[in-house]
């Protein structure tokens, strides 16, 4: 990561003072927003920081082209045709037995600190 932010990639191994400049920009600028700004901006931040930085490293002439492919719609099964495998469907229920059981524990441990009987609306 700080690689990326110095500006030092595997074509370049100098640092690139316009990619430190807009890092910091944004890295200050999500800062700011975080300590001066309240609700609703303050929980966009990030969001807000990061489209801030990509639109500064756009001026800058940092980031890649975007280039629009010809084809609109992927094809089918773009990763491959799926596969059944049941070592995953037996992880899944094992994991989801753990999983109800730590939830019923949770209530009843609730109950008991709240002194409230469990009920069917619990579960």
Known sequence: MIKGVL????AQQML???SLLSSFITITLIIWISLTKKGFWQSIAI???AGIGWL??????????????????????PWGIPTFDA???????LAAIIVF???VASILGLCHLT???PSAKLF
């Not at 500006?7 to 595997?10: A, D, L």
């Not at 800058?60 to 094809?75: D, E, F, K, R, V």
């Not at 070592?87 to 229920?93: A, D, K, S």
């Open 56 to 77: 500064i490293a756009a001026l800058l002439g940092l980031s890649p082209a975007i280039h629009q492919s010809t084809n609109a719609l992927p094809g089918l099964f």
């Open 87 to 93: 070592g995953v469907v037996l992880t899944c229920i």
């Open 16 to 18: 690139d003072i316009w």
């Open 101 to 103: 059981s730590n939830l």
């Open 47 to 49: 969001l807000l920081g």
């Open 7 to 10: 500006g030092v990639n595997t």
């Open 115 to 117: 002194g409230a009987p």
